[in-house]
Nanobody, 127 residues
Framework: QVQLVESGGGLVQAGGSLRLSCAAS????????MGWFRQAPGKEREFVAG????????DYVDSVKGRFTISRDRTKNTVYLQMNSLKPEDTAVYYC????????????????????WGQGTQVTVSS
């Protein structure tokens, strides 16, 4: 089992910044990659960013490239999502997730690739 706890969400004006954190505990040694997803009201949960735990390789959805940065601190078993130049369309509940498939897999955009999920943290960007 892996437990994931997100924090750092909140209300921010357009153009502002937030940093989300996701602390992992439990069987984290089996984790191949971590991802951040988001879900806006009435929409499907979508991939935002991912990071491979072993080498720090990252990937992003096109809509956040250049604005968001995912990183990890292996000593703290924590993943971060730095969000800059926020837009109202970034408003959503943000979830972190752990992918425990074998290490030869790349970073997945697919929700079903991630076995463990946090409870989510609300990010609201006002215009």
């Amino acid at each position: 089992q892996v437990q994931l706890v997100e924090s750092g969400g909140g209300l921010v004006q357009a153009g502002g910044s937030l940093r989300l954190s996701c602390a992992a505990s439990g069987r984290t040694f089996s984790t191949h990659a971590m991802g951040w997803f988001r879900q806006a009201p009435g929409k499907e949960r979508e991939f935002v960013a991912g990071i491979r735990w072993s080498d720090g390789n990252t990937d992003y959805v096109d809509s956040v490239k250049g604005r968001f940065t995912i990183s990890r601190d292996r000593t703290k078993n924590t993943v971060y999502l730095q969000m800059n130049s926020l837009k109202p369309e970034d408003t959503a509940v943000y979830y972190c997730a752990a992918d425990q498939r074998p290490r030869f897999y790349g970073i997945s955009y697919i929700r079903e690739s991630y076995e463990y999920w946090g409870q989510g943290t609300q990010v609201t960007v006002s215009s």
